[in-house]
Every structure is written in structure tokens, then in C-alpha cells.
């Protein structure tokens, strides 16, 4: 009960010019979801607390074969399928789509159930001869990600690179090798036993010298090529996942998560590389490990055991102090992860912090997380220490053992002393190269907690086909060139959208051009939050949004208006009825295809961190968008002066979120951009509720604009806002209480001639 304004006017209403006197509304206090796709995130910040229980196995998928949308009559004749695609995914798109086509050959109809049909139990095919269905073989195991096969098929892509990588290795590691070799020979000639010029060694040993940085240079440069292209991939594959799941997947997990999951996770797995190929790391470690036990065979089979029972110590030794520090490391990885999250929250809410003199606290807070990150630090230099003292004194015990054995054999003439300055050379190559080979094993344990941290999230969720198909269809219009020079791009030869398919499927404009002339309609929908499936929201909800037209949907906090919005939008699928255009069920147009026709301004838009002109341009991200476009669009939007004023015009950046500009600003910008997509239908969820009465003023006459011609949904708490719609809905507790027109509903003396009352009550 916070807002009160002045006298407003509802030419907001095409056609309409009356002035009302209703002016006092609600200040909505729930978070109110926004809806528009850009805004996700916004949305999924505010939900992030709800948890999934029991999510269901099985549910209808909703893909579509593109070509039913063609004609209404042709969507008449079109079979039903049912997908019980439960836990099973897709690798990737293109396979997920490949797979579809290769099931579905007989299919030419969207994966939709009969009206009326339950969508998150089995339905029985066979018992509903009206309708023909086929029931899609649930896939038994759960494909992750990231898997063996992917990163070995992904590396096999760069066979030249790994030839050379091998070759570089090969001799990298000879030269390595060799040089022991070299230094008991030249303290042979040096003493005199070995006739041999000594300018000849010095010519070997600096060819030797020379050639083992260059194919360092050849293995390294060539070894990251490889795996930074893989890590391309896995980023590229990993972020296009996570984007096409359903939403509520985002309601599980925190965007912190997900982030992770790009960031530390996929750079864990990136330091498998990375980080192992230096010399006494990884694949050179190894190949050195294996040469250097061999010559000591050939050497002295005798000496060779000695080096073995060191080679062993030391590797038990760095396994042990890998085990026993885990817990350590964990713990001081977690600490500075709690530094980063409370420096990333101080920051962000800096204002509340301050409004509420909260330095001091959030001072003591990182005080005490500093500590604790220093004290698993200390602890980690004493775990440190420990292992490179042992590591040390066992290297020192081998080459006291070597001394004694080896210098007893030189003196009975048994040992060439050239071999046994050998054999102490490599000593050392063989407790480094063990040493890092542990290193890299400790590693790649945790690129492997990461990979599982990855497919264990994704694993959760599940891919919102009928979005994915749609994305991969826009993505190999848009980018058909540099998809098809790019064997291994996300869509693979095989499965992608081929313009046959495109042909077959039809054009995409038909869900738009169905939408500006066929009404919406919400029959008997019903619908429950996947969070929380006992708890119906919706029981049976009627309304046709009659094309052209608009309706406005009233009802107490709670009442289930928002989420018919996330309906309409399709971020949610009904659990029972169904959303029709033009007479046709919504969910055999892809869900790409739905957002061209659906355009949501809400309380609170959310722009991106980038320029005015860009977030307008937004509206249209299909096509390339005119300055002229823009600056029309910004004209109607009553958004041009505002823009004009800023120093950089068009090209001023708008911060995080849009955060560098004012509410109706912002509001503006967001009409702007929903003008510009020029979508048919089109959803204000209490649109100008957050304003004062002179934004409102501006951002209502835009709106009046933007409704032209289009079937709009407005749910607006304040009655006088929604008086010249053409049919108001009163929502209550999930049901449809009254329908009618403004008049008409005061003359019923129900629940929103009560609702009108108490408004003006208050205002009064
Ligand atoms: N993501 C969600 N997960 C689970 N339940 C939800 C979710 N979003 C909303 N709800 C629940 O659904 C019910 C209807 O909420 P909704 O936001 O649709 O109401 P509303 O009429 O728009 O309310 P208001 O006018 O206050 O915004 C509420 O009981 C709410 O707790």
C-alpha cells in the first residue's frame, strides 16, 4: 500500500482517452518474475532458493517437426507423439536432434499430448484411439557430457599436431636422456680414459643443448593447440547445455553454480595441459621415467634395483603427501572461495552496506575469513616442507647407496667411471620426472572431480528439446558458413539443419504470422512449480486473448497471475490443458520460434552491460539491425531525448544490469527494444508499477504504441490502470473468478467491484 500518484490517465488502452479517478494502487512486495528471456537471470536470482524434490523421470517432451506449423490445416492432419524423454539426453544438439529425426521418420506432427491429457504421467497410446500416438523409447542410461569418447574424438580431429607433438616428445626426451650420458663421457675424456677430442663431445653436447629447447618449443606450442581447441569445444558444448534447459533447472541451481561450471571447473580440466607441459611434468615425465629405467638396466643391472626401490619411495612419498593434503588444499580452496563471495556480495549490495553502516561488520567478517585462509595456509607450507624434506633425504640415502656400491665397483674395475657419473645424472632425471609424474596424476584426479562435477550438474536437468531444436535451426541459418567450414562445430555434418530439413520444415516465420491474427487461448490449464508439485497453482484456468485486443489480469498477491505470464511465455509447460494460437496447441511451435512472438516488458527489465544502441538492437537478434531502426524505435519509446542527452548517445554504456539508468530510463530502453521486435503478442507484467507519475506518463504513452494492433496481456495491481481493457480476468487462488469489462464487473458487485472499493479506499 505504498504507491500513491496523480490522476493518471488510461489512454494506456488503444482507443481509449477517459480519465480515472482511480489512482491508488498495491506496490506489489512479491518478486515479481520477469519474463522476458534477456531477464532470466534476473528472475532465476530471485528463485535460486527454491529446491527441486522428487523431479519426475518422465514427462512429455515438446519438440516439433517444424512443418506442422505450416498451415493450420496441415497442423490438423499432424500426429501426436508422446517423448517420454525423462533422464535420457542428448549429447549435443546436433545429435539430439539427429536422433530425433533417425526415431521420429514417420512423425510429421509436434511432440504434444491430446488436450486434456496428463503431461507429467504416462500416457497410454494404445487406449486412445482417437488420437495417434507413439510412444518414444525412453533411453535406459543417462550419457554425460563430457565423456572419454568426446575428448578422444575432439583430439584425433589434430592429427598433424599430434604427429609433431609425438615427434617433439620422441626426440625432446632423447635429447634429455642423453645427456647424462654425455657428462660421463666428458669426465672420462677430461681425466684421460676416453680418447676422444673433446671439441667433437662439446659439438654432440651443444647439438644436444640446442635441439632440446626447440622441440620443447614444438612440443609445448603444439600440445596447447590441441587442447585449447578441445576446451573451445568443451566450453562451447557445456554452455550451450546448460542454456537450453528447462527453466527449472535455474531454479535449482545458483547462477554462482553454473558459472563455476565454465570457469573452475572447465579450468581444471584445461590445467591437465596447461599446467603439464613443462619438462618434468605429464607426457614428458613420463617418457623420461620410462627411458631413464631402461638405460639404467643397460647401465648397470646391477645398480639399476638401487634406482627402483628410489623410484618407488619417492612416488609413495608424493602420493602420501597428495592424500594427506587434500583435506588441506579443500580447505584452503574453500576459504577463498568464501573471500570471493563475500567481497563479490559486499560490492554488489555496496549501498545496503552502507545505508546501513555495515562496513565495520563486513570489515570483522573478511578479517576472520582472511584468517582462516592464512591459518590452511600455513598449514599447507608445513605439509609442503615435510614432503620436500622426505623427498630429499630419500634422493640423499639413494645417492649415498649409489656412492658406496657404485664407487666400489668403479675401484674393483667392474664400473666405467664415465657410466657412473651417468648413473648419478640419472638419479636426478628420475626422482624430477617421478616426482612431477605424481604432480600430474594428483591432477588429473582433479580434472576428473571436475569433469564429474560438470556432467553431474547437467545430469540433473533436463534439455528443453523443443528449445534445443529450435536454437540449432537459428544457429545454422546464422552462422551456415562458419558452422559448415568447422567440422567439429556443436552441430556435426550430420545432424545439422540442412536447408532440405529447413525446406521440409518450413518457414519460420509461420508462428508470428499465425500469432497477429489468431487468438490466444488458456484451456482448462492447469499447473504446478516442478519445485513443488503438491502445490497446485493453477486449477483449471480459461481466458482467450482475443487478437488485438487487450485483457488485463487482476487478483490478489499470490493468485497465480505471474505465472500464467511464465505459461504464456513457455518457460513452464502446463501440467494438464493447454495454450493454444489460432486454435493450435503452442507447444508444436519451438520455443525459439515463440519468443519472436512473444515480447514481455515487466517491472523490472533487466538490459545488458553493454550500449544503449545494443540493448535495443537486442530486440531484433536475428537479423542485423539500422541505426535508423534503433533510433525509431527509441522515438516511439519516448526514449530518444533521454538517450540523446548522455554524453555518448546511443553508445553510452548502461552498467551492469542497466544499473547506470533510471528506472523509467531503463523502462523505456526496454519498450524500445520490444517495438523493435515487433513481436505480435505481447505481456506488460506491472510495466510502469515501479514508476513515479512522470516516467509513468512517458512509458504509458510508449506502451500505447507498442500495444497497437497487438493482443496484450496486462497484469497491473492498480485497478485504475486496466479499466479501459476490453476484458478484465479476475485470478484468484489459482481459478478464474470473473471475466468481463470494467463495467461490467462493477455491476456484478463481486470480487473485483470489492477490489475496486478497497482501492479507492485506500487512496482516499
Ligand atoms: N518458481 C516457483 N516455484 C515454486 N512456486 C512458485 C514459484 N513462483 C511462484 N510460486 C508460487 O506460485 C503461487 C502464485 O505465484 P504468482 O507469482 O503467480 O502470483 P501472483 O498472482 O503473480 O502474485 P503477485 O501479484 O504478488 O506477484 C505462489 O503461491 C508462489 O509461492
Not at 482511480?22 to 520477469?34: D, E, K, N, Q, Y
Not at 535449482?252 to 571447473?265: F, Y
Not at 582433479?446 to 529450435?470: Q, Y
Amino acid at each position: 500500500m505504498a504507491n500513491s500518484n496523480a490522476v493518471v490517465s488510461s489512454s494506456f488502452w488503444r482507443g481509449c482517452t477517459d480519465t480515472v479517478d482511480l489512482v491508488t494502487g498495491w506496490t506489489s512486495t512479491s518478486a515479481r518474475p520477469c519474463c522476458q528471456f534477456s531477464s532470466d537471470r534476473q528472475y532465476l536470482s530471485k528463485t535460486t532458493r527454491l529446491k527441486f524434490r522428487n523431479l519426475p523421470r518422465c514427462g512429455f517432451s515438446e519438440s516439433r517437426r517444424r512443418k506442422d506449423a505450416r498451415t493450420k490445416s496441415e497442423i490438423g492432419t499432424g500426429r501426436h507423439v508422446i517423448s517420454l524423454s525423462g533422464g535420457s539426453m542428448p549429447r549435443r544438439f546436433g545429435e539430439f536432434s539427429q536422433q530425433r529425426r533417425k526415431s521420429n521418420l514417420l512423425i510429421n506432427a509436434a511432440y504434444i499430448s491430446p488436450p486434456g491429457a496428463p503431461t507429467d504421467s504416462m500416457y497410454d497410446p494404445v487406449s486412445d484411439s482417437s488420437e495417434h500416438f507413439e510412444l518414444e523409447k525412453e533411453s535406459p542410461k543417462r550419457e554425460s557430457l563430457i565423456n572419454a569418447g568426446l575428448i578422444v574424438r575432439l583430439v584425433l580431429e589434430e592429427k598433424r599436431s599430434l604427429a609433431i607433438v609425438f615427434l617433439s616428445l620422441v626426440f625432446g626426451t632423447t635429447c634429455t636422456l642423453s645427456m647424462p650420458i654425455f657428462s660421463g663421457r666428458f669426465f672420462e675424456t677430461l681425466i684421460g680414459v676416453r680418447k676422444q677430442p673433446m671439441y667433437s663431445l662439446l659439438l654432440k653436447l651443444f647439438v644436444v643443448y640446442l635441439m632440446e629447447p626447440v622441440c620443447t618449443v614444438v612440443f609445448v606450442t603444439n600440445m596447447i593447440r590441441i587442447w585449447e581447441k578441445v576446451m573451445k569445444e568443451l566450453r562451447f558444448q557445456v554452455f550451450q547445455r546448460v542454456l537450453i534447459q528447462k527453466v527449472e533447472f535455474f531454479d535449482e541451481h545458483k547462477v554462482g553454480e553454473l558459472t563455476s561450471l565454465l570457469s573452475t571447473d572447465l579450468n581444471a580440466i584445461k590445467d591437465i595441459v596447461n599446467e603439464n607441459v613443462a619438462r618434468d611434468r605429464g607426457f614428458r615425465s613420463f617418457s623420461e621415467v620410462c627411458g631413464t629405467v631402461v638405460i639404467l638396466f643397460v647401465l648397470s643391472p646391477e645398480l639399476a634395483p638401487v634406482m627402483s626401490v628410489l623410484m618407488i619411495s619417492i612416488a609413495g612419498i608424493v602420493a602420501i603427501y597428495k592424500r594427506t593434503t587434500m583435506p588441506v588444499f579443500k580447505a584452503h580452496g574453500l576459504s577463498m572461495a568464501r573471500i570471493s563471495d563475500l567481497v563479490g556480495e559486499t560490492f554488489s549490495a555496496i549501498r545496503t552496506v552502507r545505508s546501513f553502516g555495515g562496513e565495520r561488520r563486513q570489515t570483522s567478517m573478511f578479517q576472520s575469513q582472511v584468517l582462516a585462509y592464512q591459518e590452511s595456509g600455513n598449514k599447507l607450507g608445513w605439509l609442503k616442507a615435510a614432503n620436500e624434506s622426505w623427498t630429499r633425504v630419500v634422493v640423499y640415502v639413494a645417492l649415498m647407496a649409489l656412492y658406496i656400491l657404485g664407487g666400489a665397483k668403479v675401484n674393483a674395475g667392474e664400473l666405467p667411471v664415465g657410466r657412473m657419473v651417468s648413473f648419478i645424472g640419472y638419479t636426478f632425471t628420475l626422482t624430477f620426472a617421478m616426482q612431477g609424474l605424481v604432480n600430474t596424476l594428483a591432477d588429473l584426479r582433479g580434472a576428473f572431480a571436475a569433469v564429474d562435477r560438470i556432467n553431474t550438474i547437467i545430469g540433473t536437468g533436463k534439455v528443453d528439446e523443443s528449445l534445443a531444436l529450435g536454437l540449432e535451426l537459428d544457429m545454422s541459418e546464422d552462422h551456415a558458413k562458419s558452422v559448415e567450414k568447422s567440422s567439429n562445430g556443436i552441430f556435426s555434418n550430420t545432424s545439422r539443419a540442412t536447408s532440405t530439413d529447413e525446406d521440409k520444415l518450413g518457414p519460420r516465420t509461420t508462428v508470428c504470422d499465425l500469432a497477429w491474427s489468431g487468438d490466444v487461448a488458456l484451456e482448462d490449464v492447469h499447473f504446478a512449480y516442478p519445485s513443488r508439485l503438491d502445490a497446485e497453482v493453477l486449477k483449471g484456468i480459461n481466458i482467450i486473448l482475443k487478437s488485438g485486443t487487450v485483457t488485463a489480469l487482476v487478483g490478489s498477491s499470490g493468485s497465480g497471475k505471474s505465472t500464467i505470464v511464465q505459461l504464456l511465455a513457455r518457460f513452464y509447460e502446463p501440467t494438464k490443458g493447454r495454450i493454444t494460437l489460432g486454435g493450435e496447441d503452442v507447444r508444436k511451435f519451438d520455443k525459439t520460434d515463440w519468443a519472436r512472438a512473444v515480447s514481455i516488458v515487466n517491472q523490472e527489465p533487466v538490459l545488458f552491460a553493454m550500449s544503449i544502441g545494443e540493448n535495443i538492437a537486442y530486440g531484433a537478434p536475428f537479423r542485423e539491425v539500422s541505426t535508423d531502426e534503433i533510433v525509431k524505435a527509441a522515438e516511439a519509446a519516448n526514449a530518444h531525448d533521454f538517450i540523446q542527452s548522455l554524453p555518448e548517445g546511443y553508445n553510452t554504456m548502461v552498467g551492469e544490469r542497466g544499473s547506470l539508468l533510471s528506472g523509467g530510463q531503463r523502462q523505456r530502453v526496454a519498450i524500445a527494444r520490444a517495438l523493435l521486435k515487433d513481436a505480435p503478442i505481447l505481456i506488460l507484467d506491472e510495466a510502469t508499477s515501479s514508476l513515479d507519475s512522470v516516467s509513468e506518463r512517458l512509458v504509458q504513452d510508449a506502451l500505447d504504441i507498442l500495444m497497437k494492433g497487438r493482443t496484450t496481456l496486462v497484469i497491473a495491481h492498480r485497478l485504475s490502470t486496466v479499466q479501459a481493457a476490453h476484458q478484465i480476468v479476475v485470478c484468484g487462488e489459482g481459478r478464474i473468478l470473473e471475466t468481463g469489462t470494467h463495467l461490467d464487473l462493477l455491476s456484478k458487485k463481486g470480487t473485483y467491484a470489492n477490489l475496486v472499493q478497497t482501492q479507492r479506499v485506500s487512496f482516499e
